[in-house]
């Protein structure tokens, strides 16, 4: 079968590869939708420690089941599949952080991921709920960004937003976007801004142009406007970028919290904090990491009731064939969330 296969850091190529066998009490899916993140793209420049060798690529997917050693899995059904399985027994786990469990297998970076014709979901899977089923009659894109969104509910977790509280978040990327989607279906007052004017356009046809801004020199002006003239109860930083948490904390209102969302290339990970700054404004600055089984299944409930307009949110899809150039347009931002479709 064919699959997409990261040999070392810029090397991903299309090869031929054995079909997986279906495993005990697992299930053999074809993937329909496979979303490439920035940390695919991070991967793909720079590698991964992760890696022992030449692997296949892709860890948020959905698809169909084409063998199923499940009885309550039958061949056919259309699901969304967590990235990883945590082992459920370790600290993290039991203290409900199976998101940090040591222990945890990752499709796509400890087993071949679903940049592929096929792919093999183990037992622990099944175990630890991380198979959602989805609406036969979705558009199987939409089962894609079930990956995404549990990441952002997991991150929106670790600041417990509330009704009527005021959001700003910077980078309106797929994730970014989702953000804002969900801080505003928690009855959140929710700005996102960016400053790519064609994606602030973009995006502002998807979110509503009340929703977003871009960020020129009065930007902040406006923002604060649209909060009295204060600063922001939670700001989200979902763009990689070293000077975003900066941004976040002169934008953040005293006694507010900062979400750290997204990470840095290895080269720029280590930036600058006014530790006074903190103190003296008693400012919570939080980190997110991936998410949950638990995550995975409520970001599958959210998605069921939203109504995202999943053509616009994922406006570039590409074939296996196809991965290189989807990778770098990806890296160069273009569109919102690029997929590839496998079959």
């Given at each position: 079968?064919?699959?997409?296969?990261?040999?070392?850091?810029?090397?991903?190529?299309?090869?031929?590869?054995?079909?997986?066998?279906?495993?005990?009490?697992?299930l053999l899916v074809?993937?329909?939708?496979?979303?490439?993140?920035?940390?695919?793209?991070?991967?793909?420049?720079?590698?991964?420690?992760?890696?022992?060798?030449?692997?296949?690529?892709?860890?948020?997917?959905?698809?169909?089941?084409?063998?199923?050693?499940?009885?309550?899995?039958?061949?056919?059904?259309?699901?969304?599949?967590?990235?990883?399985?945590?082992?459920?027994?370790?600290?993290?786990?039991?203290?409900?952080?199976?998101?940090?469990?040591?222990?945890?297998?990752?499709?796509?970076?400890?087993?071949?991921?679903?940049?592929?014709?096929?792919?093999?979901?183990?037992?622990?899977?099944?175990?630890?709920?991380?198979?959602?089923?989805?609406?036969?009659?979705?558009?199987?894109?939409?089962?894609?960004?079930?990956?995404?969104?549990?990441?952002?509910?997991?991150?929106?977790?670790?600041?417990?937003?509330q009704p009527r509280?005021?959001?700003?978040?910077?980078?309106?990327?797929?994730?970014?976007?989702?953000?804002?989607?969900?801080?505003?279906?928690?009855?959140?007052?929710?700005?996102?801004?960016?400053?790519?004017?064609?994606?602030?356009?973009?995006?502002?046809?998807?979110?509503?142009?009340?929703?977003?801004?871009?960020?020129?020199?009065?930007?902040?002006?406006?923002?604060?406007?649209?909060?009295?003239?204060?600063?922001?109860?939670?700001?989200?930083?979902?763009?990689?970028?070293?000077?975003?948490?900066?941004?976040?904390?002169?934008?953040?209102?005293?006694?507010?919290?900062?979400?750290?969302?997204?990470?840095?290339?290895?080269?720029?990970?280590?930036?600058?904090?006014?530790?006074?700054?903190?103190?003296y404004r008693q400012?919570?600055?939080?980190?997110?990491?991936?998410?949950?089984?638990?995550?995975?299944?409520?970001?599958?409930?959210?998605?069921?009731?939203?109504?995202?307009?999943?053509?616009?949110?994922?406006?570039?899809?590409?074939?296996?064939?196809?991965?290189?150039?989807?990778?770098?347009?990806?890296?160069?931002?273009?569109?919102?969330?690029?997929?590839?479709?496998?079959?």
């Amino acid at each position: 079968m064919k699959a997409v296969v990261l040999h070392g850091p810029g090397d991903l190529r299309l090869d031929e590869v054995p079909e997986p066998a279906l495993p005990d009490n697992g299930l053999l899916v074809r993937p329909g939708a496979v979303g490439i993140c920035g940390s695919d793209v991070r991967t793909w420049r720079h590698g991964s420690p992760r890696l022992r060798g030449p692997q296949v690529l892709g860890h948020e997917f959905a698809g169909v089941v084409e063998a199923s050693a499940v009885a309550a899995v039958r061949p056919g059904s259309r699901v969304a599949v967590c990235p990883g399985a945590p082992c459920e027994v370790c600290r993290a786990c039991r203290a409900g952080h199976a998101n940090l469990c040591r222990q945890r297998r990752v499709l796509g970076y400890d087993l071949p991921g679903a940049m592929a014709e096929l792919v093999a979901i183990p037992a622990d899977w099944i175990r630890t709920g991380g198979v959602v089923a989805l609406d036969p009659a979705a558009p199987i894109e939409r089962g894609a960004l079930v990956e995404p969104l549990h990441t952002v509910l997991n991150g929106q977790d670790q600041v417990a937003i509330q009704p009527r509280e005021s959001v700003l978040v910077l980078g309106l990327g797929p994730i970014g976007v989702l953000h804002v989607a969900v801080a505003r279906s928690n009855g959140a007052t929710v700005l996102g801004v960016d400053p790519d004017p064609d994606r602030v356009a973009r995006v502002g046809g998807i979110l509503g142009g009340d929703a977003v801004d871009r960020m020129d020199d009065g930007w902040l002006d406006r923002a604060r406007a649209t909060v009295g003239g204060g600063g922001f109860d939670v700001v989200i930083v979902a763009v990689g970028a070293p000077d975003a948490v900066a941004t976040a904390i002169e934008s953040v209102e005293p006694g507010g919290r900062v979400l750290a969302f997204a990470g840095l290339p290895p080269e720029a990970r280590t930036i600058g904090l006014d530790m006074n700054d903190l103190h003296y404004r008693q400012l919570s600055v939080v980190g997110a990491f991936g998410g949950t089984p638990d995550t995975f299944r409520r970001a599958g409930a959210w998605l069921e009731r939203s109504t995202l307009d999943v053509d616009a949110f994922t406006p570039e899809r590409f074939g296996l064939d196809q991965a290189v150039d989807a990778f770098e347009s990806v890296a160069r931002g273009r569109g919102l969330k690029t997929l590839l479709r496998p079959t």
